[in-house]
């Protein structure tokens, strides 16, 4: 499969807890993204990635969530101190650099869905 | 604050032709228009990108305007398995980031 994967697919955990999603991009992709996306609301913008360079954070990451790209190739997202607001399915996307500042087509992986008791 | 925004539901019958329509005041000069099918507990998947006046696929034709305010999404001849939410993503101007509409639920009937 040449597609786009993240792991774990799910996460349940009590509040307070750490927990930390990996997302591995398609292969040749250099720019990957992190999305949240709460139910019956469409994904929402959190951060991306040009091979190891976060360029880009939403307002929306918070202090508690940090987001690495070592090597430019998987990335992982944590969540510190989880609270119950950040249940939520978190989606993965990769594309290859876009021309002129466009953005080009992101493949989405499954999702990371994650439940804060 | 700028929105992308589509009807929150449309139904449809098998076998017709649905448009579902993304309107996006502020859209980045240029920069693409993308849409993407959503199932339940999985992620978007990608059905057709375009930038201006019409682009056509296997599954699906994007309507753009010259003023590129707004975009339609045309599925000819949709089946059960079309049931879906639907949503466009477009970069905004002023920002960025990129902003995923409010959604469309298609529900397809018999």
């Known amino acids: 499969d040449t597609g786009v994967s993240q792991n774990p697919r799910h996460k349940i955990t009590k509040r307070g807890q750490n927990v930390t999603f990996r997302c591995d991009p398609i292969s040749e992709h250099n720019r990957l993204y992190w999305y949240r996306q709460t139910l019956g609301q469409g994904p929402e913008f959190l951060t991306y990635?040009?091979?190891?360079?976060?360029?880009?954070k939403s307002r929306l990451l918070s202090d508690r969530f940090s987001a690495e790209r070592p090597k430019g190739s998987f990335s992982t997202l944590e969540i510190q101190r989880t609270e119950q607001g950040d249940s939520a399915m978190y989606l993965c996307a990769s594309s290859s650099s876009g021309t002129g500042g466009k953005w080009e087509t992101q493949y989405f992986g499954p999702g990371t869905r994650l439940l804060v008791l | 604050l700028a929105k992308t925004t589509q009807p929150i539901s449309m139904d449809s019958y098998e076998g017709q032709e649905v448009n579902i329509t993304c309107s996006h005041n502020?859209?980045?000069?240029?920069?693409?228009i993308t849409w993407y099918q959503q199932f339940p507990s999985q992620g978007p998947r990608f059905i057709i990108q375009?930038?201006?006046t019409k682009v056509t696929n296997e599954v699906a034709s994007l309507f753009i305007p010259a003023d590129r305010k707004s975009s339609t999404l045309s599925l000819p001849r949709v089946s059960l398995s079309d049931t879906a939410v639907y949503y466009c993503l477009v970069a905004l101007r002023g920002f960025q980031k990129l902003v995923f509409g409010t959604g469309t639920r298609l529900l397809v009937s018999p």
């Open positions: 990635f040009q091979n190891e360079a976060q360029l880009e």
């Open positions: 502020n859209i980045a000069t240029n920069d693409y």
């Open positions: 375009g930038y201006k």
